[in-house]
């Protein structure tokens, strides 16, 4: 029978993403058996990221200060907006080196049954920001789901009037991929969105 202060952190641990009741009971016997002091910088991290972190005034994605690096950096091109759904996906771009332009991070995707509508997710908060910005493109790069596909055609609907340069990141076959082990969704996208061979 486990103590009720050893059942609270093990249930408290089910909270993150992915772990369970097993995952959780293997963490929690960890950090306190092998690493009680690795538990207590990880406590203290938490509290203080939890305490500290909030949104970026202009972005919204996760920061301490109230404009994140890349929305305060006169080096970023302030032309471009690219609309992402999460900080995993803005955080994803980044790693790429590919992109220099300004983020707009909503928080997830429409989903009407889940009565998760604009206001929820931030679209006029990205609506305010591009009035005021100079913004020549903007880059929709929510996932390729039902629910990513229903929130870019909204936000491109509500785009459609203004003198933007609206675009939508490419979908198709991955790098190294092999055709016969890609889905009919994917390869779809991949002939839509075909372009000249250069």
């Known amino acids: 029978m486990l103590s009720p202060l050893l059942q609270n952190l093990i249930q408290a641990l089910r909270v993150l993403p992915g772990v369970g009741p097993k995952s959780a009971q ?3 016997f960890y950090l306190l058996q092998r690493n009680v002091d690795g538990g207590k910088q990880l406590s203290e991290v938490l509290a203080d990221a939890l305490e500290n972190i909030g949104q970026c005034q202009q972005c919204h994605t996760l920061t301490e200060a109230d404009l994140c690096g890349i929305c305060s950096n006169p080096r970023r091109d302030q032309s471009v907006l690219c609309v992402v759904g999460s900080p995993a996906d803005l955080l994803a771009i980044e790693q790429s080196g590919s992109y220099q332009g300004l983020y707009f991070q909503l ?25 005021r910005k100079p913004v020549e493109e903007v880059i929709l790069a929510n996932n390729p789901t039902v629910e990513g596909e229903a929130t870019a055609y909204y936000i491109a609907n509500l785009l459609a009037e203004q003198s933007i340069k609206l675009t939508r990141i490419a979908h198709g076959i991955p790098m190294g991929g092999e055709l016969e082990y890609v889905d009919g969704g994917t390869l779809t996208h991949a002939f839509n969105g075909r372009q000249q061979f250069k």
């Open 26 to 28: 293997r963490m929690a």
């Open 107 to 131: 928080t997830g995707h429409l989903s009407p049954i889940d009565g998760i509508g604009p206001e929820e997710i931030g679209i006029d908060a990205l609506m305010e920001l591009v009035a």
